[in-house]
């Protein structure tokens, strides 16, 4: 299916630390009225009032319900309870509880870790670990920087169209879809959609995140209600708002990657941690079955 309009849109490269004057230069050359039509803002000035938009605060907390789509598991769908921890502007926490699995990942400065079952299985991000980038940093140098880190082209900027919206495109010349790259709504600076490149290997899909019913979590703060992982035009999972907690106080051991290694061993791959009731074999099937669910 088919989500995204794609007629043809202006496409600027911007560096950033030369914008002002390219602003400067094209208002001398060809007049104030000609450079307004022309004008696309830069990416840096774009992310700011995107975090404007989106509040202030000192933490949040957010609890979903969060709806995979997979073949590979009984029914084609399953759905688990999962809660996300932010404190801005650069620390995240997600704890999801599932029959007979329990999982923790935690993002800071330092980095990330994935603890499953009391397991360190991953201290990585991949792919769709990154819908949270464009929701949790709150400082533009921080943003900058974290979606310079995923590929995205911050001196490439271009004006496109998300179903009824006109958006800016951050990171490749609309229509083009093969460079990781952030739609931002041009009325509103919400977030709305976010490309990241594509797996390794030949064929790999295409990861598109679409955040999607903003809602209003108090004076001057929003989060969108539901969020779309979608590979190759298909949906794959779905994150839906429940209630969230604003500024709440949260302790620091929540988000500190070097507690959480000390805390708890490795996962050795041939010595899979049984759960009482199960055989080994069964738990390394669901730990690497609850994996690829949510690759």
Not at 62 to 83: A, H, L, M, N, S
Not at 128 to 152: A, E, I, N, P
Not at 172 to 177: G, I, K, T
Request: with cysteine.
């Amino acid at each position: 299916m088919n989500l995204i309009e794609r007629p043809q849109g202006l496409c600027y490269t911007i560096p950033m630390k030369r914008f002002a004057l390219s602003v400067a230069c094209a208002f001398i050359l060809f007049g104030s009225a000609a450079a307004t039509r022309a004008y696309i803002l830069p990416a840096e000035q774009i992310l700011s009032f995107l975090i404007d938009q989106l509040g202030s605060g000192r933490t949040l907390i957010v609890i979903q319900k969060t709806v995979v789509y997979d073949p590979r598991v009984e029914g084609g769908i399953q759905e688990f309870e999962e809660t996300l921890y932010y404190e801005f502007p650069d620390r995240f926490r997600s704890e999801v509880t599932a029959p007979g699995l329990e999982q923790v990942r935690v993002v800071n400065p330092d980095g990330a870790i994935l603890v499953m079952n009391g397991k360190i299985v991953g201290e990585t991000e991949n792919g769709f670990d990154h819908f949270k980038d464009l929701l949790l940093y709150r400082k533009t140098d921080l943003l900058v920087d974290r979606l310079s880190r995923s590929g995205v082209d911050l001196e490439v900027v271009s004006l496109g169209r998300f179903k009824d919206k006109i958006v800016y495109v951050i990171g490749a010349c609309y229509p083009e879809e093969s460079a990781p790259q952030v739609w931002v709504d041009k009325n509103t600076f919400r977030p709305v959609r976010f490309l990241l490149q594509r797996g390794e290997g030949e064929g790999a899909p295409l990861k598109d995140i679409q955040y999607t019913d903003y809602r209003s979590l108090d004076k001057g703060k929003s989060y969108p209600g539901r969020i779309l992982f979608l590979e190759d035009d298909t949906l794959v999972r779905m994150q839906v708002l429940e209630t969230f907690k604003i500024n709440p106080e949260l302790s620091g051991q929540l988000f500190d990657v070097a507690y959480l290694r000390e805390a708890y061993e490795r996962l050795a791959p041939t010595q899979p941690t049984p759960l009482p009731g199960s055989e080994p074999g069964e738990v390394k099937k669901s730990i690497e079955d609850f994996k690829k669910i949510f690759e």
